[in-house]
């Protein structure tokens, strides 16, 4: 059993900023952050999952299994993360890639302390036997004074590298194209690494960086040791909230202009673009098909589709799926029939994963996988790992993949280039460009 200590911030920025701070000291961590952005379905602005009281971390076999019984066995709130390669062990798949950041396919905790905030309104969530600091702990995270946050990192330039050479792309995604005009698959999401070795960075000042550059709905910072995951996610994979579940996959994206005009007319584009909006169907018909496996027959329908939603640096076209399950269901179950998100994957989905995964030059590990948490009662929502760096301390590796859907209707410059785009707010913060 948790207490709560509830009070009332007058400065929710300052104070996010002061928490965050303070959570250097914390081996395990996980922040989830919303960035302000206004949504019906946020049940916070902000968490901060600080230690461990209990862990779980395992590679794909068992991982679902294992999972279920951590969850029976520790009935609280849970934080981690979903490798995209436990699809080995739902489906008849396997990932033999270039590994660099050798991270486990599964990863949760049971914070020691858990800060959540929402609005002006802050509450520490803290078990019986750490009840006593919570007043303690609130004086020390006000009294930390902050500086001004440099714009560029103080270190020398990376020198980021790309694994799959553009000649290499485009040979394999004319690959691609031979699958899709044989009727293989009808879409296929194909990504590439970007990386660099002897990387000594700052993982708080990358992630104060990057949240700048994008302020992105999803962004997450992730701390397990030396392993480390900076994410500007903007989209949301799975939410359960009681018996309704809801998905929100992402397809179809543009830049922003560089003047009001401009832009209007990127957006325009956008929603009128039949391949992307042919794009983001595809998928959202997957997701309907696997929601429909565990939902309440008759209940799954698309609230929104193609939607329009700009963020800093693109547009993106969304689509919300919403089902209702039965109380009784297991929340474990709901991702295993899910997982991958479809926005990740393809359809068919276990063919298009096959393909990828022959087409690819490295393995995904926590990249197109989902970052979350899961409440004592069972509800959960977890994001979509992407725009997102990835960095082994210990290896002093680091890695932020990039991908995009690829159809019959697909270009491969444009494609290419919309790989570029993803990559630039990640990219413009380790190598300090501006």
Known sequence: MRKSYQFTVSDPAKFKQQLFMWSRSFEQLVILDSNAHLSAHSAFDTAFALGARAAIKCQAGEAFAALQAFRTSHPDWMFGYLG?????????????????????????????????????????????????????DKETIEAIVLSPQTEKADRESLKIRLRTTKDTYFERFAKIQGHLQRGDIYETNFCQEFFATAAALDPWQLYQQLNA?????????????????????????????????????????????????????????????????????????????????????????????????????????????????????????????????????????????????????????????????????????????????????????VSFPVGGAITAAANAQDEYEECLLKAKAMRQVLEGIS
């Open 213 to 397: 550059v994008a302020e992105a709905p999803f962004s997450t910072f992730v701390r397990f040791n030396e392993h480390y995951i900076i994410s500007s996610s903007p989209e949301r994979y799975l939410q359960r909230k009681g018996t309704v579940v809801i998905s929100q996959p992402i397809k179809g994206t543009a830049k922003r202009g560089s003047d009001p005009k401009t832009d209007e007319l990127h957006k325009q584009r956008l929603q009128a673009d039949p391949k992307e909006r042919s794009e983001n169907i595809m998928i959202t018909d997957l997701v309907r098909n696997d929601l429909s496996q565990l939902a309440v027959p008759g209940s799954v329908q698309v609230t929104a589709l193609c939607e329009l939603h700009s963020f800093k640096q693109v547009h993106q076209l969304i689509s919300t799926v919403q089902a209702e399950v039965s109380a009784e269901t297991d929340s474990v179950d709901i991702i295993k029939a899910t997982f991958p998100m479809g926005s990740m994957t393809g359809a068919p989905k276990v063919a298009a994963m096959k393909i990828a995964e022959e087409v690819e030059d490295f393995k995904r590990g926590v990249y197109s996988g989902a970052i979350g948490y899961f409440t004592p009662e069972g509800d959960f929502d977890f994001n979509v790992v992407i725009r997102s760096i990835l960095y082994n301390a210990a290896r002093n590796y």
């Open 84 to 136: 995209y390669d436990l699809k080995n062990e739902l489906e008849d798949l396997d990932s033999q890639n270039h590994d660099g950041l050798r991270f486990p396919d599964l990863h949760f905790v049971v914070p020691e302390k858990l800060i959540i905030l929402k609005a002006n309104s802050c509450t520490f969530w803290y078990p019986q036997e750490l009840a006593d600091q919570a007043s303690s």
